[in-house]
């Protein structure tokens, strides 16, 4: 009896562990790079409700085919992307080229 006493108070402790834990929710924005003011506003004003919102933001640059040559371009866009966003998160990761895709992690600020 003593055993099956202890193994469902493990049981609950780790349910009440588990319950206090927080899960992090990534959200994408997918540039490319050469996207105009007007794309990049658009989508910057989804980051920022992202950010707000608590979720921890992953914003990309996708190089098809030949628009590799533009590397220079993408990561100014990331890193302006960043600057726009630097009183709602943080950079986790800078822009760093991974394969066809330049990607940069930021991550909420916390609210008091």
């Known amino acids: 009896m003593d055993y099956k006493k202890f193994l469902y108070e493990q049981k609950k402790r780790e349910k009440a562990l588990k319950a206090k834990a927080t899960k992090v929710t990534v959200k994408e924005i997918?540039?490319?790079?050469n996207t105009d003011d007007?794309?990049?506003?658009?989508?910057?004003?989804?980051?920022?409700?992202?950010?707000?919102d608590g979720a921890k933001l992953k914003a990309f640059v996708f190089f098809k085919g030949?628009?590799?040559?533009?590397?220079?371009?993408?990561?100014?866009?990331?890193?302006?992307?960043?600057?726009?966003?630097?009183?709602?998160?943080?950079?986790?990761?800078?822009?760093?080229?991974?394969g066809k895709r330049m990607i940069m992690f930021i991550a909420p600020k916390k609210n008091k």
Not at 30 to 33: H, N
Not at 38 to 52: G, I, N, S, T, V
Request: no cysteine.
């Open 38 to 52: 007007h794309d990049y506003e658009f989508k910057k004003k989804h980051a920022e409700k992202f950010l707000k």
């Open 30 to 33: 997918r540039f490319g790079p």
């Open 66 to 98: 030949r628009s590799i040559v533009f590397k220079e371009q993408g990561q100014i866009l990331l890193l302006r992307l960043a600057q726009d966003l630097e009183e709602y998160g943080k950079v986790e990761q800078m822009p760093k080229l991974e």
